[in-house]
């Protein structure tokens, strides 16, 4: 992929208007911007309007961040897509590591706080949980990621069919699996399974800048550690139907490249 691929930023935004009014500005003009507004809060729409014209904004069509960013999947045309917290958490000067990483030949950049990286915001209960389920990943899936939960990534669009997330439609249906905070570990877990290369960026977590986060350490906790389970139950049914001679009990091993530079 060239230096030059056209790059879409999405950014999932549940009541973050404060936020937004000091984060957009920052993003760069030249990427394409996705703002998927949550639960018809279109007060973020006349902000992004006032403050980035050229910016999209898009209604998620159910409730939960893996929902919105699907919604922005779906939405953005570039050949590279980030995807970014309305919080200020994310550092708008950042996401050139992530593009670079991409254009270099990764399918999936994965942020980590964990190498180089750090954290303004984390709490001691949120890092213990976030250690402990990513040690558990690498265990059950065989690969060897930093960090689990981190919001701030970027793909390769040619990745998308193979994540396979819940489909948008229908439009205020009931909730699926993957439409809330356990979608990060949904995309990290099956771009490890696709076998593609991945890449974990070194990031810098600020603190947020305002409100408070939807993000509850427990319920979201046990969600991310169901999905684990779920998707290792699935990756092993799939291989057994493949290969009937492979014994349930067998070590889950990925084809997925880890250069983690």
């Not at 994965?110 to 001691?124: A, E, L």
Request: with cysteine; proline share 6%; net charge negative.
């Amino acid at each position: 992929m060239t230096p030059e691929a056209a790059v879409s930023v999405i950014v999932p935004s549940l009541d973050e208007a404060q936020n937004l009014e000091e984060v957009l500005p920052e993003i760069p003009s030249q990427y394409e911007l996705i703002i998927v507004e949550g639960a018809r809060f279109h007060r973020t729409t006349e902000l992004v309007r006032s403050l980035r014209p050229d910016a999209r904004v898009i209604e998620q069509t159910r409730y939960g961040k893996g929902n919105a960013v699907a919604c922005g999947f779906a939405a953005a045309t570039g050949d590279i897509i980030v995807m970014f917290d309305a919080d200020g958490s994310a550092d708008p000067a950042e996401i050139t590591r992530f593009v670079q990483a991409i254009s270099d030949g990764a399918m999936f950049a994965k942020g980590t706080p964990s190498r180089g990286g750090g954290s303004d915001d984390i709490t001691h209960l949120r890092n213990a949980g976030n250690v402990g389920l990513t040690l558990l990943t690498n265990l059950m899936f065989g690969v060897r990621y930093t960090d689990l939960c981190y919001g701030y990534n970027a793909l390769n669009r040619d990745l998308l069919p193979l994540l396979d997330l819940p489909d948008t439609e229908p439009v205020g249906g009931a909730p699926q699996w993957g439409d809330g905070f356990e979608i990060e570990t949904l995309i990290n877990v099956r771009a490890a399974l696709a076998g593609v290369p991945i890449t974990e960026v070194p990031s810098h977590e600020r603190s947020r800048i305002h409100g408070v986060s939807n993000l509850n350490a427990w319920r979201d906790g046990k969600r991310v550690l169901a999905t684990l389970i779920r998707e290792r139950r699935t990756a092993k049914e799939r291989l057994i139907a493949v290969d009937p001679m492979h014994q349930a009990d067998t070590p889950l091993s990925v084809r997925g490249q880890f250069p983690l530079s």
